[in-house]
C-alpha cells in the first residue's frame, strides 16, 4: 500500500492545520471562560460541555490528518522495534478484552530498522490497536511477531535486511465487501465517538515514507497486518 504526496498537499494541509488549531484554541478559552460562571443552568453547562468536547475531537482529527503528510522534523536513527513493542505491552494489555491473549515473539538478534522512532511506533501501535478492538468481545487471540525479512521481489535489493512485524488475530476479519477501502481517508467502521477513520491512512503514509510495504490478509477467524521496513544498507 503506497500514499503518492505533493509538496503543495502537504502545505496545504499544514496550513489549514494552524488555522483550524487556532480557532479551536479561541473555542475551548472562550467555552471555559463561560463554563467558569456559576449562575449557568444545567441545560446551558451540558451544551456547553457538548461544545468543549466537539473542539477536543476536532483538534485529534486535525493532528491525525497532519501525520498524513511529509514530517518536517524526521529525526532519523537505529531503532529496536522489538524494544519498542515490549514497552507498549501494558498499554496493549489495558485495551484487550478481559478474555483476549495476546502473545509477542520477537526473534533473537532482531536487526535494528533505520527510522523515525516516535512515527514507526505510531505505525505499529495503530496495527494492534485493530487487532485489540476486532477481538474485544471475544475470547480471541492476538500474535505479534518480528522477524528478520527479505525485500520482496518488487522492491529495490538494498538494502538486503528488512524487518517484519506480523499481527495475526482470530476476530471476526475485514468483510470482502470494504477490503479495498481500509486505507481510505476518514473510513471507519468503529461506532466509537473518537474514531476518525485516520488510522490506517496514517501507518500506510508512515510506512511509505520510510520506503517500507504494509499488506494483509484477512479472512473470518483469521487477520493479518504485515509491516515491513528496511534497515540500513551497510547492514545488508
Not at 104 to 126: M, N
Not at 141 to 167: G, H, K, Q, Y
Not at 175 to 198: E, H, V, W, Y
Request: charged share 20%; proline share 8%; with cysteine.
Amino acid at each position: 500500500m503506497q500514499i503518492e504526496h505533493s509538496e503543495f498537499q502537504d502545505q496545504l494541509v499544514r496550513g489549514l492545520a494552524h488555522r483550524m488549531n487556532n480557532i479551536l484554541t479561541l473555542f475551548h478559552g472562550y467555552v471555559g471562560l463561560l463554563l467558569d460562571n456559576k449562575n449557568l443552568d444545567r441545560g446551558t453547562v451540558d451544551g456547553l460541555g457538548r461544545i468543549q468536547d466537539g473542539a477536543k475531537a476536532a483538534c485529534h482529527l486535525i493532528d491525525r490528518a497532519h501525520a498524513i503528510v511529509r514530517p518536517t522534523n524526521v529525526v532519523w536513527r537505529e531503532v529496536q522495534l522489538g524494544d519498542f513493542v515490549r514497552m507498549l505491552r501494558p498499554t496493549f494489555d489495558s485495551l484487550r478484552g478481559p478474555n483476549t491473549r495476546l502473545v509477542i515473539d520477537v526473534a533473537e538478534g532482531l536487526p535494528p530498522v533505520w527510522a523515525d522512532a516516535t512515527r514507526v511506533k505510531s505505525a505499529v501501535f495503530e496495527i494492534v490497536r485493530n487487532a485489540l478492538d476486532a477481538t474485544f468481545a471475544t475470547a480471541g487471540n492476538i500474535t505479534i511477531d518480528l522477524r528478520p525479512e527479505v525485500p520482496p521481489p518488487s522492491f529495490p535489493a538494498e538494502p538486503a535486511s528488512w524487518v517484519a512485524v506480523r499481527v495475526t488475530d482470530d476476530g471476526p476479519g475485514i468483510p470482502a465487501d470494504i477490503r479495498n477501502r481500509i486505507f481510505q481517508p476518514f473510513f471507519s467502521t468503529k461506532r466509537k465517538p473518537a474514531a476518525t477513520g485516520l488510522g490506517l491512512t496514517v501507518t500506510a503514509g508512515i510506512v511509505s515514507q520510510h520506503r517500507g510495504l504494509l499488506r494483509y490478509e484477512s479472512q473470518p477467524g483469521h487477520t493479518v497486518f504485515e509491516l515491513l521496513l528496511p534497515c540500513r544498507p551497510e547492514q545488508a
